[in-house]
């Protein structure tokens, strides 16, 4: 088994599937960025991305919790289903902002109207649905993200919202975290993508790689 | 689970010290210790203190009901149901004694309007509260609710309950 949900409910992902996930999500990520930086006409580069099996109560270290975000949340469903969020710093959303906005930069001071919200909201789900696409197209199955929820608070309890809709349905202790940390090259935006797929969910993605690569990774 | 206690006898001169609980965990602390939880969305952030023996005990409850048994890995402060008597029982073995015990409680928000289906913050903090009064524990203060994410402080040197979201800092 590469997905191993244990008597003590430890989870544990194989080498082959933890690479599997980082590679799918790299690609996925690249496009979304890309598409970010085809709105916003600027040069953004993607750090290299990260997955790891974290528990629950430790989760809240990998991520600056108290943080102000301006974050996008979707859920997937299809080929394999999770959650998906696009997270921007508070100076970042606001330079974002600014340029959709067509405005000075600086202009923009808060995250209050409707207007401003819609502007990330439109961002975070332009990039969630490049980042399903590019994986849909990749794997040939289908990645549907639902339609989008938009929130300007701290990113601990965005987390937390994602997490708990993972292990609720798991009774987990650990999730899986796909990040992706990315950031125009004068450091004027900054973000992350954070992936949390259903693990169970994984065992349809598996099948779908093996097929592809056409190797058995089943021991 | 940790228990953090305070070394010093001579309170006064005790560096304060902050203990944080992540998801599912709980900290219990005597005078003048801080015991906080940071970025609580739909969880709930529940204190208890004893106000003669100063001893305070916070948990991060995320779920209302846990539906397997998971006593034996130390996280039994997850679910909403079991926090309570979980989180009393430690803080009897610290002196703390029930009938001096109140509770205060925070989060059960709903940082992600649109897509709370499930309503976890707000079916959290009905649980949390019959879970008190089963206990006998009197619940003499609350913030739950809403849409703002909140970080929260137990002081154990007063049983203040400091609670703070974007929009500000409430003491409750």
């Known amino acids: 088994m590469n997905i191993n949900m244990g008597d003590d409910s430890m989870l544990e992902l194989s080498p082959f599937l933890k690479d599997a996930l980082r590679e799918i999500g790299n690609i996925a990520s690249c496009h979304a960025i890309t598409a970010l930086a085809e709105m916003t006409g600027m040069t953004i580069d993607i750090n290299v991305p990260t997955v790891e099996v974290v528990t629950i109560g430790d989760v809240e270290k990998l991520v600056e919790v108290e943080k102000i975000v301006a974050g996008v949340m979707v859920a997937l469903d299809g080929g394999f289903s999770g959650y998906l969020l696009v997270l921007f710093p508070r100076r970042s959303a606001l330079r974002i902002v600014d340029i959709l906005m067509g405005k000075m930069p600086g202009e923009t001071k808060n995250i209050e109207t409707e207007m401003e919200q819609s502007a990330l909201m439109e961002t975070g789900n332009i990039l969630a649905s490049s980042f399903c696409n590019a994986i849909a197209d990749f794997l040939r199955f289908t990645l549907m993200p639902s339609p989008p929820s938009f929130a300007f608070d701290m990113m601990g309890a965005m987390v937390e919202s994602a997490i708990i809709t993972v292990v609720e349905a798991q009774e987990a202790e650990q999730i899986i975290l796909f990040r992706c940390d990315f950031q125009e090259n004068t450091n004027e935006i900054y973000g992350y993508i954070l992936l949390f797929p259903h693990p169970e969910s994984l065992k349809g993605l598996l099948s779908t790689l093996e097929s592809k690569v056409g190797v058995n990774q089943e021991g | ?172």
Not at chain 2, 93 to 104: L, S, T
Not at chain 2, 125 to 133: D, G, M, N
């Open chain 2, 1 to 172: 689970m940790v228990i953090e206690q305070s070394k010093s006898e001579s309170e006064s001169e005790c560096e304060v010290r902050r203990y944080y609980a992540g998801i599912g965990e709980m900290r219990v602390a005597h005078n003048p210790h801080q015991l906080i939880i940071m970025g609580l969305g739909s969880c709930i952030g529940l204190a208890l203190y004893d106000s003669h023996a100063r001893v305070g005990g916070i948990a991060h409850i995320m779920l209302p009901d846990g539906k397997c048994d998971d006593s034996n890995t130390g996280k039994s402060c997850k679910f909403a149901n079991r926090a309570v008597p979980v989180l009393l029982n430690e803080m009897l073995k610290h002196k703390a004694r029930k009938e001096w015990i109140v509770a205060k409680i925070a989060g059960g928000a709903s940082v992600f309007s649109t897509m709370d289906m499930l309503q976890i913050g707000k079916k959290n903090t009905i649980v949390v509260k019959e879970s008190l009064k089963k206990e006998g524990i009197k619940l003499v203060a609350e913030d739950t609710g809403g849409n703002c994410a909140r970080t929260v402080t137990l002081d154990t040197c007063n049983g203040e309950f400091i609670v703070k979201t974007k929009e500000g800092v409430k003491r409750i």
